[in-house]
């Protein structure tokens, strides 16, 4: 297997640190508002990678953080008037929500900040012993940057005193323009939390590294955790400054590989909630269907940034119903698990840092085949039971086909639509056997009038949008 690091700039043979285990630790997000496209890629990107590492055989450990304590989210709270709780298991709960209508499983560890304050204390604790950390007169904690001779080495790049380092106002008490807080010293005691250093909140890059050695790193090995990954946008400062922190505080590096999904942009242009084209996925969700979207912002290199437009996403959609009119086509035939060559060839190419559109080319020749074998040989037993178990294996490995064939072409008609074209299939139903094809004719007209098809087939009748 093969991954792109994104420090080292090149593809690297994926080699775990404990052999058939992987963890895998991405950067979560911030619960004060609702998520938009640019989360939904990243969390899409990270479940991918979780699948291809299972279908290699790793058993996977995959970690992603909750953030719920920031400005932003207090800010939040207090524009409504309501607890910080009550915003962060609001917008907890929306995340969830929304990433199982694309298709994306939970970690299997999901730590949050307001759960992991003695692990950030810990790390402080070490950081201030070992003269990587220092406090100031104002109750801050900051780390020292120029204690640290690697920092920098992550992102590669030069020092700017317009950098921003962290998401509340630098202290004038800093001994280097660069370093950044660990802890934040807040007298308004209704949004801040008791520390050994006073009154105050977590540095937002701490959190993350305090996670991971609490819930991933083990002890007398050289990386605390395999993969860390996250949007491009983080590289610096904050997965520097996390790499910084965990090379100062243990005797291990955080992570062995790492890796970054690209920008989603708008129409072409960068989405930023600054530009006001902030696309968030409920309002997607309201246009499209989450399996839709799952394979549309898929559908390109992971790092590679992703132009969002609605002219790409139906041509995508188009390709994804190839998929399901091959599973309609084979509804009939048992589920199986037998092994293909087409099966060894999808994971090859997904397993070569995640080349989905090699994988998309490979599934488009497989339905082609089948299509055209099934429509000139007519019952082929073996390539249908083959078809199928390739099918499942794209489902569990890609996220792709796993609705009901007939229901995913109802996708856009709202259910009373769909209980009245039942209840006249029905009507329909009755007529014919009565013998009566003047009044199943009408019916059937009726029944198109909705804007759908009808198919009469030995299992039943069945219909799609059109």
Known sequence: MLLYDSVQKTKREFIPIEENKVSLYVCGPT?????????????????????????????????????????????????????????????????HKEMEAIGVKRPDIEPKATESLDAMFEMINKLIAK???????????????????????LSKRHQDDDDKQERVTSSSFKKNQADFALWKSVKDTTTSFTSPYGQGRPGWHLECSAMIEKHLAKPNLPFAVDIHGGGADLLFPHHENEAAQTRCSANHALANYWVHNGFVNIDGEKMSKSLGNSFFLKDALREYDG???????????????????TQDLTIAKKRLDKIYRLKKRLFDIPVNSEKTAF?????????DDMNVSSALALIDDMIATANETLDTVGKHKQLKKESVSNLTFIESILGFGVKNPFEYFQIGVDEETKEKIAQLIELRNEAKKEKDFTKSDA???????????????PNGTFWEKI
């Open 31 to 95: 619960v004060y508002d609702d998520a938009h496209l640019g989360h939904a890629k990243s969390a899409l990107v990270f479940d991918l990678l979780s699948r291809v590492l299972r279908a290699n055989g790793y058993e996977v450990t995959y970690a992603r953080n909750i953030t719920d304590i920031d400005d932003k989210i207090i800010k939040k709270a207090a524009e409504q008037n309501k607890s910080i709780k009550e915003i962060t298991d609001y917008y907890t709960a929306a995340f």
């Open 131 to 153: 003269g990587h950390a220092y406090t100031t007169k104002d109750g801050d904690v900051y780390f020292d940057t120029a204690s640290d001779s690697e920092y920098l080495s």
């Open 291 to 309: 399996e839709i979207l799952r394979f549309y912002l898929l559908s390109t290199h992971y790092r590679s940034n992703f132009n969002f437009n």
């Open 343 to 351: 099966q060894a060839q999808l994971l090859e190419v997904l397993s």
């Open 443 to 457: 019916i059937r007209d009726e029944i198109l009038a909705f804007g759908v098809s009808l198919m009469d087939t």
